[in-house]
């Protein structure tokens, strides 16, 4: 029985990056438990040195686990970079192939997939949303903002939950 092409293609169907991710997570290196929370460690301290380094700033970095049960922790990381804008947080948490960082040179953190396939692995092993504070400098302005979001893996993006003015100190 011979199928003519557009029969062929009734099913075709696209997958976004972070559905692809969710998919494949392994890909990311989330192959195990402990595998996985070292890798989650890996990504948030390699970003804070790296946003220091380019802010030109001595990193000072702050990591805070708790388990919760026998599977799941609460990870807390603390950094005196720079800060991610909010127009940039859920891009940079919830994005897959988004970043700062493409450059036609080999360095580390490049391909935009570190911060976002945490929160998705996240998501995946708890289902509960993420939730960052961040203060930065617009113009002179200090700014905070805390986000609470989730990926939502069919679109690769955020969902903002809830948004707070965050209190921040200039030191």
Not at 18 to 37: A, V, Y
Not at 52 to 68: F, W, Y
Not at 142 to 154: A, I, N, P, Q, S
Request: glycine share 8%; hydrophobic share 35%.
């Amino acid at each position: 029985m011979e199928r003519e092409a557009a029969e062929l293609f009734e099913e075709f169907k696209e997958l976004t990056a972070s559905e692809f991710f969710r998919r494949n997570k392994q890909m990311l290196g989330f192959s195990g438990k402990i595998r996985s929370l070292t890798m989650v460690f890996h990504e948030l301290i390699t970003n804070s040195l790296d946003a220091a380094e380019e802010a030109g700033i001595q990193p000072d970095i702050t990591i805070d686990l708790k388990r919760v049960d026998k599977d799941h922790y609460i990870l807390r990381h603390t950094d005196n970079g720079p800060g991610i804008p909010e127009a940039f947080v859920t891009k940079v948490y919830c994005t897959m192939f988004a970043g700062s960082k493409f450059r036609n040179i080999q360095s580390r953190g490049q391909q935009g997939l570190g911060c976002s396939g945490c929160v998705l692995l996240s998501q995946m092993t708890t289902g509960k949303p993420a939730k960052v504070v961040s203060a930065y400098n617009e113009g002179e302005i200090l700014k905070g903002v805390e986000l609470t979001f989730k990926m939502d893996v069919k679109k690769n993006k955020g969902l903002i939950l809830d948004r707070k003015k965050a209190e921040v100190s200039s030191t």
